[in-house]
């Protein structure tokens, strides 16, 4: 349990910063941790599932969309609860990924370099999708979503501020963390290993290898719906950039620098890219893209664990010796 | 009859073109199974060494044997330094040559910037039969690609290079065990590969806008057909650029280019879900 305690004290790191980073980047922050989120969902299905989903923003875009037109009141103008909205994005995600999980999963169904490849296509469809739905806002988006609103026992709150909005999302992002974390230390996480790794071995053990599949693919899709929910309060717009294909694959990066086989390391490699790319891109300029894509490179090519799984890893097993 | 002339002539070059960036993918993907990312970068280094062919005053003819030139060498390199390195994980190589596919435009934005760059035609002709007249360099273009098609599958299917490929492919450890050279047919193989996506790159920069971002509009279609064709045969690629090439241009006519688009991706998606191996039949991936 070494892991949940280096997990823990990194959450317990975060919820430290924001008096010591100050107004400007705690608003930073909390965009990265609902980035983290995506990259959490993103190693649930590649890094656990063996699932290579080039189009994980889909997800992401999905949810934000639905949040987006829940709480603007469009499809039924009394009813603007963020808590529908929530849990709306996360079942529109999940069940769009069940429906797109049976299309590829079942029978013969597809795997590692062909989904890639069509998750990649898909994403772009949908990019192009959203950006010619007028109803949706076509390119420019849904404008003005309003902030979370939270509401208990008749009392309501809206998050406006940036130092409430942070801990309302490092909440939900360390229950998401460790919900997972449990989750794949159960016998779940057991199948899914022997899923990703023999899944001829676990259908004659009698296990339903389409079931687990499609189990995991959905409950990563809502984790990422979750994900692009949070977005949109916090910039309070929906756009198909969201959808696409460009925060698909940079959502890869940020998982294979990190670690797509541990969640944790998944989360902070996204969350360390964005910081060191708000950084480094100030110093750098557009130099910043061309070390990123060949950090990238390397970090695939002699560091397949990820940048920081090594790390992380050393420092859990050189404790329990 | 007249009207639709043009239409179909305009087709049948996009087609020649994406099967010329295809059959390089292709080539690279069916003997190695490395996905290259990067493939559409190659493309788009070719049509920007055209563009600094013609800044630097040289003829087009001199841009055309530079690119392929160039980028070849530029596939060296990477087998050398990084494909090389990964052969025996496949899934890992979309990965990194998705890093390489950002390093490449980055490259590119920084040396020319991001703005589109324009190429002057060599023809500027048209050639012009009674009512009906088309561009000269059009023409040309689509007479290159299919013999530079046709020199490929040539040298594929009837030298002892292209037997010694198609062992490789087959049957890599027999061919090895044959006395092949096997890493020796991966590294031309890569560099024939990136050589036809520089050459089909310069060829077509004077008709269309040619940006660091061009990459991505062949490298998915370029995909979409070699698994729709069926990735066993090299003649699965004409039957795939023939499909996503053909009915994507043509229905542009009657439906909005987005909406053509659309339909194209989500029939090609049909097509590779519900025949793995493709129209042709075939192997599948590995």
Known sequence: ?321 | MSELLPVFLDVTSYVLILVLVALGLMIVFGMMGVINMAHGELFMIGAFVMVAAQGAGLPFLAGLVLAPLVVGFLGLLIETALIRHIYHRPLDTILATWGLSIALKQLIVLSFGPESQSVTLPLDGTLTLGAFSYPLYRLVLMAVSAVLIGGTFWLFIRTDFGLMARAVIARPTTAATLGIDTRRMYRWSFVIGTALAGLAGALVAPIISVDPQMGLGYLVPGFLSILVGGAGALAGVLVGGAVVGGVGNLLAVWISPVAALITVYILAILIIRLKPEGILGGRRAK
């Open chain 1, 1 to 321: 349990m070494r892991n949940s305690l280096i997990a823990l004290l990194i959450f317990a790191a975060l919820a430290a910063a924001p008096p010591v980073i100050g107004g400007y980047w705690t608003g930073q922050l909390t965009g990265y941790l609902v980035y983290g989120l995506l990259a959490i969902s993103l190693s649930l299905v590649w890094g656990y599932g063996g699932i290579l989903c080039f189009g994980q923003a889909m997800f992401f875009g999905i949810g934000g969309y639905i949040m987006a037109v829940i709480t603007k009141g469009m499809v039924l103008p009394d009813i603007t609860s963020s808590y529908l909205g929530l849990i709306a994005a996360m079942a529109g995600a999940a069940l769009f990924a069940l429906a797109l999980g049976y299309f590829l999963f079942a029978g013969r169904g597809i795997s590692g370099a062909y989904l890639a490849i069509i998750t990649l296509a898909i994403a772009l469809v949908l990019e192009r999708l959203m950006n010619n739905w007028y109803g949706l806002g076509g390119y420019n988006g849904l404008l003005n979503v309003p902030p979370i609103k939270l509401t208990f026992f008749g009392a309501s709150f809206e998050l406006w501020d940036r130092v409430p909005t942070f801990y309302a999302i490092l909440i939900v992002v360390a229950v998401i963390f460790f919900g997972t974390t449990a989750l794949l230390n159960s016998a779940y996480g057991l199948r899914l290993t022997a899923c990703r790794t023999h899944p001829d071995r676990l259908a004659s053990l009698g296990y339903s290898v389409l079931n687990i599949r499609l189990s995991v693919f959905s409950l990563s899709a809502a984790i990422a719906g979750l994900a692009g929910a949070l977005f949109v309060t916090l910039d309070g717009f929906a756009s198909p950039t969201l959808i696409g294909f460009t925060l698909s694959t940079e959502a890869l990066i940020w998982v294979a620098i990190g670690g797509k086989e541990m969640l944790l390391a998944a989360f902070l490699g996204a969350i360390l890219t964005r910081t060191a790319e708000s950084w480094l891109s100030e110093i750098f300029g557009d130099y910043w893209i061309l070390i990123l894509g060949i950090a990238f490179m390397i970090s695939v090519v002699l560091l397949p664990k990820g940048l920081l799984a090594t790390p992380l890893e050393k420092l859990t097993e050189g404790k329990r010796r």
